[in-house]
């Protein structure tokens, strides 16, 4: 369900297409990360099987009526400074106070390629990473819980 990823450089976004279904077209999303993401970013919690509030409403409104397999989960990735660390076997993070989110970035949602024109569906204060804009992304102001 969780996958941490260490980034050394923007060429270490590749690695998602190991992590990611093909659904949600991790090569495209790699390669717009790599334009659009500050070098600050060196480390991607990958969140499977994450619940969109917002895909869920269309997916059961919109998608489910259709008689065709649709996706209804989307990923989340989540993005974070060189301090930060995280222990896959028992879900949790290390940094160097007790205080993750000054190390935080943000997160963005990768809803099912089939139900999306664009592969990067939504993010939060990706403005704070960098150059949002090129990454079609809406930024919203929202509390998200890392795990959970």
């Not at 093909?22 to 600050?40: F, H, N, R, T, W």
């Not at 409403?57 to 989960?73: C, E, L, M, P, V």
């Not at 390629?113 to 204060?125: E, F, G, Q």
Request: one cysteine or more; hydrophobic letters at 35%; glycine letters at 4%.
């Amino acid at each position: 369900m969780y996958t941490w990823m260490r980034l050394n450089s923007s060429a270490d976004l590749q690695q998602l297409a190991t992590h990611i279904s093909p659904e949600y077209a991790p090569d495209q999303v790699a390669k717009k990360l790599a334009i659009g993401m500050s070098s600050a970013v060196k480390g991607v919690l990958i969140e499977r099987n994450y619940i969109d509030k917002d895909y869920r409403s269309t997916y059961y409104n919109f998608y489910a009526k259709k008689g065709q397999h649709y996706r209804a989960d989307c990923v989340r990735l989540h993005f974070f400074d060189q301090t930060v660390t995280f222990d896959e076997k028992v879900f949790k993070f290390g940094c160097p106070d007790s205080r993750l989110t000054d190390y935080y970035f943000g997160y963005m949602v990768l809803r099912p390629k089939a139900s999306l024109p664009s592969d990067v569906a939504s993010s939060r204060r990706m403005c704070e990473v960098g150059r949002a804009d090129s990454l079609s992304a809406r930024t919203t102001r929202s509390i998200s819980s890392v795990i959970g």
